[in-house]
């Protein structure tokens, strides 16, 4: 097991593990990407060298004590599905933003580059899950799907946990007034996520508090990391950052979670 990734964990989740769940919220350390790629990319979607992002994500197994193949992830695009993953379809990558299974021995993981990444668990029922929720997902019912899919395979929603990993903060996500419109029209009460910006007519959205919002909403115990993506280019990578630089890509982290065999 590599000891080089220093991902971030949860308290939340590790002290409900029960033994049987593993975790990590992955940086950019212990990789071996290069330029604007540096360190832990594992964006198959990125332009960096493909070799080097298979080795960051086999690096990403093996900090689990698993070969690359057990490894689960999707095509992300910002949609509200959420996907069970056995032994069957573990390495199809079917579109789609959540992912949730209750066969031990996967390691489920989403990718993130400002968007939030959230890793679930019911320990006791041996069900786990991971969700990326960017605006368009939190807001269309990417969380609640995940929720949704991990009863189906026997979680119980009081018994499940989750905590959302390193995203973008309020303080470094400036919106137009359009994009403000679509969660007031979908409820009047995400007035309180948005605050003026100094820019006329723009808000600083808090995705973090709506994200944790909607899970406690559906009686979920949540936590957040309190990680920035934008603030820390040492330790992220992120999206609207890269866009601010000029830079002509980004990379992308992964968080990732592990059910062991009861």
Same mark, same amino acid.
């Given at each position: 097991?590599?000891?080089?990734?220093?991902?971030?964990?949860?308290?939340?989740?590790? %002290?409900?593990?029960?033994?049987?769940?593993?975790?990590?919220?992955?940086?950019?350390?212990?990789?071996? =990407?290069?330029?604007?790629?540096?360190?832990?990319?594992?964006?198959?979607? =990125?332009? &960096?060298?493909?070799?080097?992002?298979?080795?960051?994500?086999?690096?990403?197994?093996?900090?689990?004590?698993?070969?690359?193949?057990?490894?689960?992830?999707?095509?992300?695009?910002?949609?509200?599905?959420?996907?069970?993953?056995?032994?069957?379809?573990?390495?199809?990558?079917?579109?789609?933003?959540?992912?949730?299974?209750?066969?031990?021995?996967?390691?489920? !993981?989403?990718?993130? $580059?400002?968007?939030?990444?959230?890793?679930?668990?019911?320990?006791?029922?041996?069900?786990?899950?991971? $969700?990326? $929720?960017?605006?368009?997902?939190?807001?269309?019912?990417?969380?609640?799907?995940?929720?949704?899919?991990?009863?189906?395979?026997? %979680?119980?929603? =009081?018994?499940?946990?989750?905590?959302?990993?390193?995203?973008?903060?309020?303080?470094?996500?400036?919106? !137009?007034?359009?994009?403000?419109?679509?969660?007031?029209?979908?409820?009047? !009460?995400?007035?309180?996520?948005?605050?003026?910006?100094?820019?006329?007519?723009?808000?600083?959205?808090?995705?973090?508090?709506?994200?944790?919002?909607?899970?406690?909403?559906?009686?979920? $115990?949540?936590?957040?990391?309190?990680?920035?993506?934008?603030? &820390?280019?040492?330790?992220?990578?992120?999206?609207?950052?890269?866009?601010?630089?000029?830079?002509?890509?980004?990379?992308?982290?992964?968080?990732?979670?592990?059910?062991?065999?009861?």
């Amino acid at each position: 097991m590599r000891d080089d990734l220093s991902p971030a964990t949860s308290p939340l989740l590790t %002290a409900h593990a029960g033994g049987r769940v593993r975790h990590g919220f992955f940086t950019r350390a212990g990789g071996v =990407s290069e330029g604007i790629y540096a360190g832990l990319n594992v964006g198959l979607g =990125s332009s &960096d060298v493909p070799q080097k992002v298979m080795e960051n994500r086999s690096r990403v197994a093996d900090w689990f004590g698993v070969d690359l193949d057990r490894l689960a992830t999707v095509h992300q695009v910002h949609s509200p599905r959420a996907v069970t993953i056995d032994d069957s379809n573990r390495m199809e990558r079917p579109e789609a933003d959540a992912l949730v299974t209750a066969t031990p021995g996967i390691v489920l !993981g989403v990718l993130s $580059a400002d968007c939030g990444p959230i890793l679930f668990s019911d320990a006791k029922a041996g069900v786990i899950g991971a $969700a990326h $929720a960017g605006w368009k997902g939190a807001l269309t019912g990417v969380l609640e799907a995940t929720v949704d899919a991990m009863v189906a395979l026997g %979680a119980q929603r =009081s018994h499940i946990v989750a905590c959302l990993g390193p995203s973008i903060s309020a303080a470094h996500y400036e919106v !137009g007034a359009e994009f403000a419109a679509r969660f007031l029209e979908a409820d009047g !009460g995400n007035a309180a996520f948005f605050t003026p910006s100094v820019k006329e007519g723009h808000f600083m959205f808090d995705l973090p508090a709506y994200t944790l919002a909607r899970l406690t909403q559906h009686g979920i $115990a949540t936590e957040s990391l309190g990680l920035c993506t934008y603030a &820390d280019a040492e330790k992220f990578f992120s999206y609207r950052r890269t866009t601010h630089a000029g830079e002509p890509d980004y990379g992308r982290q992964i968080s990732a979670i592990f059910l062991n065999e009861a």
